[in-house]
């Protein structure tokens, strides 16, 4: 009994924090039926302020960085997030109710990041005082761009092969597998269109920018005195925002299969764990931070809520947005956010921060 | 003449306060047709941030608060809210070219509260270092609802019996009184009615939200770091757009009775005096401060500008909006800021501050 | 080749500076045709604190600033507004494919102002540690006002010679004639006309609001901690909007004639070093120092982005909007905020700054 009382404590303890009380926040405000509205241009806004922090500070550290210390992490965030796609082929894919298309955009979705959610990951470490690599935002792209276009890339070579197989059986069937035949150049295609795409989102595009900025100028003390500053207050309304728009895409989930719900509250952790295991391996490797370890997590655990949706839109329009959308922004998301205290406990156990 | 003298020249630095000077310089702005607009997202950002900050700052102070102490001037603020109202029905709704309904929309706009003119309150006591309790937003909600909901009940019962009056004269009236001896329920179904679409609106809610977060979370921090600094700069703006508004809002009043501009100009006066002599009363029966009895006034003199129009519009569809609005944002309002001085004068003079 | 390496290293060194390295990457960022935008709403308020920065600290300065001293520069602003009109009359006027009316519009545009650019200057200067008079700001509207009234009347002037010249050839002629015969009447309503459009519109309003704000307010408190703070970092997001629009603008040249271009890029340059040498002059004759000798050729070098193009389009509705703003803001503004380094380097080497 103790032990559970000391759970519970600790559990309220962590809701009090302000990121996570915000989100939560959000969410109530949101189901109690507030007509509050944060208006669209401002939170559009804060994302971009929050992004040009996240790229400049990872632009300044990069300039003093060890350029192996940020390789080895960089591949280990590439490879978790095409197992993170892989991983929803074998699992969600197979699921009840769930087309082929929609499980690989809904784990792209899931394996690409969100930088509030690392955002909100970075905050509480500060709050508790743990170190992180100040590096870190720049692992971001290795992940969201490997899973966006793993992802993307599967579902389109198994609808080109299902429409092959279709071709096949009709008459004209051989004309269309020769045409199959060119696929090695239309895939380099495919992957190049995929990379500009995304390299063109907002969110990536804004994060490339304070990264090179971050690098090639001399930015600290506007990210100092102004992003840096910023940052903490304006990361609690976006908390608020999400927490709001969660509540009102859950009920889009009532529309798709059960399976989506499954994949939405276990998918985050089990992404969580395998990023927190290659952050494991990055810190026996290099001198990898425990804080880093606990930040490579949340990002695996979070699913892109700005940059993915349209991305995936544009590539994979046969895919329907309420399932992949709806399961991201409505479960996805706040798991990965409210888990953000269980990484740093894991970290706590095996490393020791 | 030497009193007229420095009676003038108080006035003069009275209008110098950053806080009145911008509201000034906003009507005089739009009196010269400047085609400046600050954008209405911007506006709507800057009075949630407004709201928030008076929320959480509440719900922190009543964290550690007595709830003995916040009972008090909690019960006063909802009285003077009812007064306002019941006082706008024997004044207002007696004079040439008003309706009851119209009456009863603008007294409980009236007796509503307007977060902008609390936060320039503040404002104005901090630059002059008189203390206040930290507390005094959750009085907000107190006299917001009180007045609102009388308001809204009144008009409503009197159109209602206005109705079975008029239907008691003609073939069937007997059943419609028959109808109406249902009132009772109906009146609580109303009054539930009208309160979850008081708590809804955007002020309200925003209110509650920083309030709960304030009590419940840990969001010092945030708050010290993030809306309280941001405060002072945000209501220069907020003021500066208010002014605009007034001016462009006092045309409307030429469409209006005579008798709207009266009650504009001086109802605020009288307001704040009810609220300031509720003030003393609570000062004298409890440990409440002099700054807290001038918030109390400074409140009671408000008159609602977000939550409330929507909140009446919903409710009294029959009310003329040109006349109430009309009436509180293009003379109430300003009127309210302006007299805030007032409320300091008078405080030092009875208490001391 | 040693002189050559180290002005490289120079320049790559100011390219490196915040404002500067912004500036470009939002030009590089539009290039590379990143989807990310900055709402209008977003736009829209930065540029009006950034004016509110300008006037209210130019407005404080003014309040203890000797007004000769005031006096001297502002007759120089004005004489250099003036000038780069007229200049644009006997060059752009006079190239191919130019007509009398675009060429105006056009040097009018050179001849305002840009709140931004001067913006730039500022945080440049700062950085540098070079001081320059507080009440710099108030200098804007006198070369402001000059320029785009001159290029007003001018266009004005010449279309209506042409006109009656026209008419003077046809039957009626004579008549027509004797009604230009009351030009000068005409033509001082046309001026106070303009003098009222441009004192209305969104730049000048603003600005003047905040000049009178700070003379006539004590708003120094709220300057400090809010408008002062918040300078750097808003200004390193706008110069990253103003690479992204001059970039997007580019591609209106195309559509006109190639003497835009030219002077496009050469303009800034020539009409900075008139700034600069009037600078000298009132250097010579008061205590004018090497930092606002800088800011004149700063602010003539610029070009107006803001209020500049609506005032132009409501008096000179014939003018082709696509020579005169995308010459401005596609070149004239991302030339302008380039040099300013140049004019730096210029201070050090006639005064020593």
């Known amino acids: 009994m103790d032990m559970i009382a000391e759970i519970l404590t600790g559990f309220v303890a962590q809701m009090q924090k302000p990121t996570l009380a915000f989100l939560i926040g959000g969410m109530a405000f949101a189901a109690f039926g507030s007509k509050l509205e944060i208006p669209e241009p401002v939170y559009k806004f804060i994302v971009f302020l929050l992004l040009m922090k996240v790229g400049l500070g990872a632009g300044i550290s990069v300039r003093e960085a060890n350029l192996i210390d940020l390789a080895v992490p960089a ?29 690989m955009a809904t784990a792209g979705l899931f394996g690409a990041v969100s930088a509030s959610t690392l955002a909100a990951g970075m905050a509480m470490l500060d709050e508790e005082g743990i170190a992180y690599e100040g590096f870190i935002g720049a692992l971001y792209p290795f992940m969201d761009i490997a899973a966006l ?62 990264l090179a900025l971050g690098i090639l100028a001399r930015p600290d003390s506007v990210y100092e005195n102004f992003y840096d500053i910023l940052f903490r207050g304006l990361l609690s309304i976006l908390m608020l925002i999400m927490g709001m728009e969660a509540w009102s895409r859950l009920s889009e989930l009532r529309r798709v299969a059960h399976a989506y719900v499954a994949y939405g509250l276990l998918a985050p952790l089990a992404h969580g764990a395998l990023g927190f295991a290659a952050g494991l391996i990055v810190h026996q490797m290099t001198e990898f931070s425990g804080g880093g370890v606990v930040l490579l997590a949340v990002m695996a655990a979070s699913s892109s809520d700005i940059s993915g949706p349209p991305t995936l839109r544009g590539a994979l329009p046969e895919a329907n947005p309420s399932s992949y959308v709806g399961t991201s922004t409505g479960l996805g998301t706040p798991v990965a956010i409210l888990s953000i205290p269980l990484w740093i406990a894991l970290a706590d156990m095996f490393i020791g921060v």
């Open 75 to 103: 591949v280990a965030a590439a490879l978790v997030g095409i197992a993170i796609v892989l991983l929803g082929g074998q699992t969600l894919a197979r699921l009840r109710g769930v087309t082929q298309m929609d499980a």
């Open 149 to 210: 276009v793993t992802a993307i890339v599967l579902a389109r070579l198994s609808a080109e092969r299902k429409a092959a197989v279709q071709m096949a059986g009709q008459p004209g069937g051989v004309a269309a597998l020769a045409v199959g035949g060119g696929y090695g150049n239309g895939k380099a295609q495919m992957v190049r269109g995929i990379l500009v795409d995304t390299f063109r989102s907002a969110a990536i595009s804004a994060l490339m920018l304070g």
